[in-house]
């Protein structure tokens, strides 16, 4: 076998190595992915990702400095693309000395059960010396991994980057489970009912929407995963399920709340009660403990006593036909400003592709300290500063979580991109957009593109979600003449 016993103080530091280094020279499997957005890119924690750039890969490479999956490079050398560490005339890792836990671990991979309930350590069968060659020891070898996955710096490491665990994928063999490791995950779950919400509760997340009837002409952006997955990063967010109902919590530095109301077929009144039952075991009687995004469908048959509704900020919505032409005088301005884009300019447009990351990345580092440069209230700065992830995970993830985007060049060079996903057959609901503010009007111009371009496809409406409060998007959304600006509340439980 080809790993030696290490003394305590290494067991949490180094994690021996099964497969030799010339087998692996031979090889064209690691490193190498046949996507730009793989899932199976090497996630680096805030240490290796620091550890990486001094070693020399560039630092736009991660998305996320406090631990993201490594955004890949296209192949020089044939079809694919390439961990930006790897050396591909060398067919070394770059970086070798400092190489994540995620890939000294390989073939061996954690990742959660199906059920997304247990932490389980397998070997890869994408490993052709794992298919071709495998040890017959490989269980000693894998008890001996998992002894120091459990034990001491690397169980920590772990918890603090729980996507150091993968989703569950039916060619990985199980060969332990890891009781430790779930149970100190757990322990950031304070039920044991709650799961993490990954991409792959996509389809489930949107089965529950349908179910709950709560699509309408009037549904908030809220409705939709992509609105809530794409703050993962930033927020632990929790599901569970009972009685046939999805609750979804968020777990905030105050506490936990529910950022969206219980998804089941029935009234809300019995569910309500029950998320405010755990939340006020989870918080105590901390005054955290609240459920967002309450539809003013919702709220009038609500009927228990006891629950406060507070109004909040509500979804701007608009013609699709009205802001597609932009005519008379509400929208002259906006008008003008679209034109000069096309008179000054040369504007082409394109679908969002994998390969488009980086540049999006960058224009949003771009976007960003032009608004920091500008006026901005404490939230508007603090919006911004979280932003940053939220824009990562929808440009990497965006084929799973349903949403599809635009990138837009000015003179060949990509200079704004926007992205959306379908609230209903007939609203198109406005993620993310981004457009370079040196450039005027181009703003203005995607916007109109956008609402455009849903038009074409069967949009009515055009949901541009809220203005969080921020009195210069308020100006900018009412600007845009809004048919509707959707009545939202917040419900909290009075003291008794
Ligand atoms: S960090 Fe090194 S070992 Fe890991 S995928 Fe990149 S090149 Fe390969």
Known sequence: ????????????????????????????????????????????????????????????????????????????VGEGYLCPAFDSTSGRCGVYEVRPVDCRL??????????????????????????????????????????????????DKIAANPSLIGRFQDDVVVVKRLPQLTARLRSRRVDPRLRPLLVSDAPYFEQAIERSHM?????????????????????????????????????????????????????????????????????????????EHVMESQKKPFAADGYQFLKAEGDYVYSAAALAVLAGDPHKSQRALCNRVEREHRVEREPYRAEHQRDCMDLHRRWARQKRGGIL?????????????????????????????????????????????????????????VADRSVPGLAQWVFRDTCRTALAHGAVSINAMEDAGLPGLRAAKLAYRPVAILDTWTITRVAL
């Open 1 to 76: 076998m080809g790993f030696v016993a290490l003394d305590s103080e290494h067991m949490t530091r180094e994690l021996p190595q099964l497969v030799q280094n010339s087998t692996c020279f031979r090889c064209d499997v690691c490193c190498r992915f046949p996507e730009a957005d793989s899932f199976l890119r090497p996630y680096f924690t805030s240490q290796e990702i620091a550890d990486a750039v001094t070693h020399g890969v560039p630092e736009s490479c991660f998305p996320n400095k406090s631990g993201s999956q490594v955004n890949l490079v296209k192949s020089s």
């Open 377 to 433: 209230d404490v939230m508007g700065k603090f919006l911004l500063e979280d932003a940053e992830a939220a824009h990562a995970c929808v440009l990497e993830e965006y084929a799973q979580i349903g949403v599809s985007g635009t990138v837009i060049r000015i003179d060949h060079a990509i200079e704004a991109y926007t992205f959306g996903y379908w609230l209903t057959p007939r609203t198109w609901c406005v993620l993310l957009e």
């Open 106 to 155: 390989y073939p061996l991979a954690l990742m959660w059960d199906a059920s997304g309930q247990e932490v389980l350590l397998g070997w890869d069968t994408k490993c052709p010396f794992m298919r071709e060659e495998l040890p017959a020891t490989i269980r000693v070898y894998a008890d001996y991994v998992a002894s120091l996955l459990v034990s001491g710096a690397l169980v």
């Open 215 to 291: 699509r309408s002409r009037h549904t908030l952006a809220a409705f939709a995963f992509p609105y809530h997955y794409m703050w993962t990063s930033l927020l632990p967010y929790w599901w569970m399920e009972a009685d046939g109902t999805l609750f979804l919590f968020a777990r905030s530095p105050d506490g936990w709340f529910m950022p969206l109301p219980p998804l089941g077929p029935g009234s809300l009144d019995g569910a309500v009660d029950h998320a405010f039952t755990l939340m006020h075991q989870w918080n105590g009687d901390l005054p955290v403990s609240r459920i």
